[in-house]
């Protein structure tokens, strides 16, 4: 260890961890330290987290740094390979449903109208193509239509955390 770095990152969760890579990546060439107090990660926010990816927020700020973020993990597994060894985030796009009823309906459309303005792929669903969906969903207090979301993905908490760590330890 050296006794003095360009940049000191305190905190090795999956935000300094994509900072440390992402300074690499657009062309930092100093020293940087990534200080992590817990390498364990127990109470680490990265590995208590669902890992859950969505287009459905309310701010478009929100929502275009989450469309960027889903075509990273689209291409993470080859982004993230090291001497051919792919990385392993397991992102898998199934859909993130959000219910409305008759109270939340004017939000969850207003921010609706928000997502599409901006390309996300969501729909609007009825309440029959949500019963077809989800065969044993109770529906009694949904309001008519129903937002899912199609293009989301879930993956696994740790992983990306360890790929990008290994991939920014292993920069040339
Ligand atoms: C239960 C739960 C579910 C979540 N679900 C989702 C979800 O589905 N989708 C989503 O996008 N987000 C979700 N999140 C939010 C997401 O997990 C966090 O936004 C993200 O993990 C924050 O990463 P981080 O690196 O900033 O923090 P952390 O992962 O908490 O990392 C901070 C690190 O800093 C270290 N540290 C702290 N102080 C010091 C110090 N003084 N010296 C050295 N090291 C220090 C800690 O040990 C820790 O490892 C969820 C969060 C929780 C808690």
Partial sequence: ???????????????????????????????????????????ASTTLSAGGVR?????????????????????FDDLMEVDGEKAHAEFKQHGYLFLANEKNWPMIRKNYETQKSLGAKVSLLSIDEIKKLIPHMETADLAGEVPLVLVMGLLTHTGPCRDIKRKARNWE
């Fill in 1 to 43: 260890m050296k006794k003095s770095y360009d940049i000191v990152i305190i905190g090795g969760g999956i935000i300094g961890t994509s900072i440390s890579y992402n300074l690499m990546h657009d062309g930092f060439d100093g020293s940087i330290l990534v200080i992590e107090k817990d390498p364990t990660y127990e109470f």
């Fill in 55 to 75: 287009e459905q927020f309310s701010l478009p700020e929100n929502i275009k740094i989450s469309q960027y973020s889903i075509g990273i993990f689209e291409n």
